[in-house]
């Protein structure tokens, strides 16, 4: 039964996407696969082409013009994934970042334990982080601890990009009022899912910084993530969380 679709947004990410693409089809569990592509002038979009034939039905491609952000991409690959009747919606990075074996761990946790959102999580069990900087592991983990602090969320990895979704979390948040585009998506979409009401595990994984390709995280990002949660917690005295 088709019913896993695993989201990854690409920018100029050839270097990784054919293993990526090779390695997610080779896993027990058969995932179906699209990935989301803005224009990568290095083809990406081309080399996901040529692989589909050996994928038939399974791989997939959507392309946009421009690089149009990390959140709006994922909002693309939900209602794709929404229209096309999949009841376990992933994401996660093209980058090996997050381990692709961990897709099995985060669809267990949802399928069988019955969770409606499975994070893979950095900081559940300490800080599992290989080959970033301290800076950037210290920015990371406080960056998380204050989100919790503003939102009360009791999630340790506010963050993170490595997730699973039963089709009811997205089903039930409104997708098109979502606020932001940056990392800040991130945890925009946790806080939505927490505000109502569904049922949130972490299981903990290990992320390993890319070692190809170029990271698209910058100083920006983190600064639309501090400060729109402030935003965010407001505007969330204002609105009604009904799932009914």
């Known amino acids: 039964m088709k019913d896993s679709l695993v989201i990854i947004p690409t920018y100029n ?3 990784n996407i054919e293993a990526m693409i090779r ?8 995932f179906d696969l ?17 692989m589909q034939f050996m ?8 392309t946009r013009k421009g690089k149009l952000g990390l959140g709006t991409a994922y909002i693309h690959g939900f209602k794709y994934a929404l229209h096309r009747g999949y009841e376990f919606i992933f994401e996660m990075d093209a980058d090996f970042s997050h381990n692709p074996d961990d897709l099995i761990r985060l669809y267990h946790a949802c399928a069988v334990d019955g969770y409606d959102m499975a994070i893979g999580s ?10 970033w900087p301290m800076s950037r592991v210290l920015m990371s983990y406080f960056a998380s601890a204050y989100v919790r602090m503003v939102t009360g969320m009791p999630i340790a990895d506010t963050t993170a990009g490595f997730k699973c ?37 972490e ?33 969330s005295y204002f609105r009604h969380f009904d799932r009914y």
């Open 34 to 50: 699209l990935i989301v592509d803005d224009g990568s002038p290095d083809g990406t979009a081309d080399l996901v082409r040529d």
């Open 122 to 131: 950095r900081y559940i069990q300490g800080v599992n982080v290989i080959n």
């Open 203 to 235: 299981v903990p994984i290990i992320f390993t910084d890319r070692t190809k390709g170029v990271s698209k995280m910058s100083s920006g990002i983190f600064k639309e993530a501090v400060l729109g949660v402030l935003q965010m917690k407001i505007n």
């Open 23 to 30: 390695k997610v089809m080779l896993l027990a569990h058969p």
């Open 13 to 15: 990410e050839r270097e």
């Open 55 to 62: 994928y038939p039905g399974r791989l997939h491609l959507e």
């Open 165 to 201: 979704y039963r089709r009811k979390v997205l089903e039930t948040i409104q997708l098109n009022n979502i606020r932001f585009v940056g990392y800040a998506f991130q945890i925009e979409m946790k806080f939505l899912t927490y505000k109502y009401g569904f049922k949130i595990k």
